[in-house]
């Protein structure tokens, strides 16, 4: 689905609130499965763009704005922060939101238009509010905001993952608790060891040394 890029997820995440009116007191919950927008991803892990999130909302409104409650189950992808093994889960993000009225809006129209992540995070960052486009209300940056607040900085495949080997790079749960590499890093082993190998290399001119050393 290659429109989903561009088109699918704003438009999903945008509520019509005619139904809700502006009276202050009346709400309005709606649920409502949304395509995950792009973007929604940190370094390890993040939302497949497009997957499915289930969302429930509970729109208020307020004198000055809609105030929006929201749940939302965003599916994970990733990998494990310790053994870099793919993996997958989900998070239950839930956020809450004053939406102003347009007429609330002081001079932002360019900002708003603009719609960049960088710029949605600076308005964040500032403390600015999100405001509404006439009836319809754009869940789409608070939303992003929410679940990327809400991913995991070091995703762990499981609780307890033991990481990779220091010395091989091999997945410590699959090695086993007896992988170690002691032997092999002490120098006199490491010496002994190429004895061996050359000994068993070189069968035949061992015995040639030996006659030398006797004769
Ligand atoms: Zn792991
Ligand atoms: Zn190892």
Redesign the pocket.
Known sequence: MPSTRTHAPRGALVFDMRQLGRQAGSALTQTRTVPAPDDLRLELIGVPAGADVPLEVRFEAVSEGVLVTGTAIAPLAGECARCLAPLTSSVTVGFQELYLYAESRHDKHDKHDKHDKHDDQEEQDAGELYHLDGDLLDLEPAFRDAVVLALPMSPLCREDCPGL?V????PLAD?GPD???DEATDPRWAALKQLDDTEDNHQGRRAGAIDLQEG
């Open positions: 080997c010395e091989c790079g091999v090695a992988h170690r590499h």
